[in-house]
């Protein structure tokens, strides 16, 4: 029997049994599997969770019956198979077909199995998606994997062609963009150093590794020469224009990318404050900055919708409000994000704007902030800020580059059209 298959059957079935999060249910497994297995489980695993949709369309289609007519580990055997038929290579077909067969239980799943993986195989060039002209959504969700409420989001908000390319971007490998630590290097020493990195056009700190790459492995990360951080979330640090000796808060800190980014930018010398409701994850912020040789961030446990009080009123010469957000932009980041954002983009415009009224009270008069979400919804983004804005006649838009052009003070870096991720920047002075 096929073991790295069956580890890979067997946690797609917990995972969905246990509504579970699958980077942290293959955490376990991949622990557990030989090395040489680890990137198949890997890239299998992520695979099915991500073409769910148009794998089940194609089950049920060829099967006459629902999916939630299939026994569980059934199911699990004909969307591993299926998906390493249609997206994988590497692995002949009659192998793919006689492991996955083998995985059942009796002779009855053995022939269903069987038999509908053979039809795929015979009909796979002339299968069809759901007609565009009678229902545009449903043939989106099918051809890309996404719920028909995120299409129908994006359509709206955006129209059917940017809705493709937008699913194209979150359905493609992913590069890998590290942020030079320049207390330590420079971006042309790093990238003749890393095979296939290249410096950003849109930010000279960071490199983009096209291909991907095992972080921990890469020249310079014992070092402390890089840290893993978008290009978009750099240039929100870059945005804010700390400088050295200042005094900046980052209210929403965890996992740390832009309390590090703004230590880097005002070269260790000042004070950054990093807080984070969740107490467990301020020890990554520290041992990140160990790494990266920072010393001048310090890490507390604390609820950014809080005013300030005592001598954090209003001493602040700069802010970053990077708040908690629906993460429509970064849905190629985690395989399973996609089906699970309903609730989050209704639930969290009242907290971001709790979080941001509370936040800008850090501020000095003439002290700056950054409002940053890693989404592309406007209830998120502008009609925060809009709405902020008209009820603190105290506060302004500044102007600040990106793209190398100056933009009025609100930019929306939409996926994949600029390279990057999905990411909203607002720069805002207390007058």
């Known amino acids: 029997m096929d073991n790295k298959r069956k580890l890979a059957v067997d946690l797609l079935i917990r995972a969905e049994s246990e509504e579970s999060y699958i980077n942290i249910a293959l955490s376990g497994t991949l622990d557990r599997a030989a090395p040489s297995d680890r990137a198949f489980i890997n890239r299998l695993v992520n ?14 289609t060829m099967a006459k019956r629902s999916v939630s007519e299939i026994d569980a580990p059934v199911l699990a055997i004909l969307r591993t198979a299926l998906f390493q038929l249609a997206y994988m290579q590497g692995e002949p077909d ?16 053995r022939g269903f199995v069987n038999a509908l993986l053979r039809r795929f195989l ?21 051809k890309y994997s996404f719920p028909p409420e995120l299409c129908r989001f994006f359509i709206d908000n955006f129209g059917e062609e940017r809705c493709e390319r937008f699913f194209e971007h979150f359905n493609s490998v992913s ?10 290097t420079t971006a042309s020493q790093l990238v003749s150093n890393i095979d296939g990195a290249e410096v950003s056009a849109l930010c000279d700190t960071a490199l983009i590794i096209p291909g991907g790459a095992v972080v921990r492995e890469l020249y310079g990360y014992n070092e ?38 703004l230590a880097i930018e005002m070269k260790n010398r000042g004070e950054v404050f990093s807080f984070d409701l969740h107490k467990s994850k301020l020890s990554l912020i520290e041992s990140n900055a160990k790494r990266l040789g920072i010393d001048i961030i310090s890490v507390a446990e604390r609820d950014a919708t809080i005013l300030p009080d005592g001598d954090m009123a209003e001493s602040f010469d700069f ?4 708040v908690p957000c629906s993460g429509l932009g970064v849905l190629g980041k985690k395989a399973d994000m996609r089906y699970r954002h309903t609730d989050s983009v209704l639930t969290l415009p009242p907290l971001q704007y709790s979080i941001l009224s509370a936040s800008c009270r850090y501020l000095k008069k003439g002290g700056a902030m950054i409002y940053s979400t890693c989404t592309v919804n406007p209830d998120e983004n502008e009609r925060i800020v809009e709405r902020f804005l008209s009820e603190n006649p105290d506060f302004e838009l500044s102007p600040f580059e990106t793209d190398g052009e100056i933009c009025k003070g609100m930019y929306t870096f939409l996926p994949g059209e600029k390279g990057t991720d999905g990411f909203f920047i607002a720069r805002i002075v207390r007058k």
Do not use: W
């Open 47 to 60: 695979g099915v969770v991500e073409r769910r949709i148009t794998l089940d369309y194609y089950i049920a």
């Open 175 to 184: 590069p890998l963009t590290l942020r030079v630590n320049t207390l330590k």
């Open 224 to 261: 402390g020469l890089f840290y893993v951080q978008d290009v978009s979330s750099q240039i929100a640090v870059k945005a804010l224009g700390a400088t050295e000796g200042a005094r900046v808060i980052d209210v929403c800190a965890a996992p740390g990318g832009k309390s590090i980014g």
């Open 319 to 322: 802010v970053m409000c990077d």
């Open 94 to 109: 009659y192998a793919v077909v006689n492991e996955s067969v083998a995985l059942c239980k009796n002779r009855g799943e």
């Open 122 to 142: 015979r009909e796979r060039d002339t299968l069809s998606l759901p007609l565009r002209e009678k229902n545009a959504v449903r043939h989106i969700s099918v």
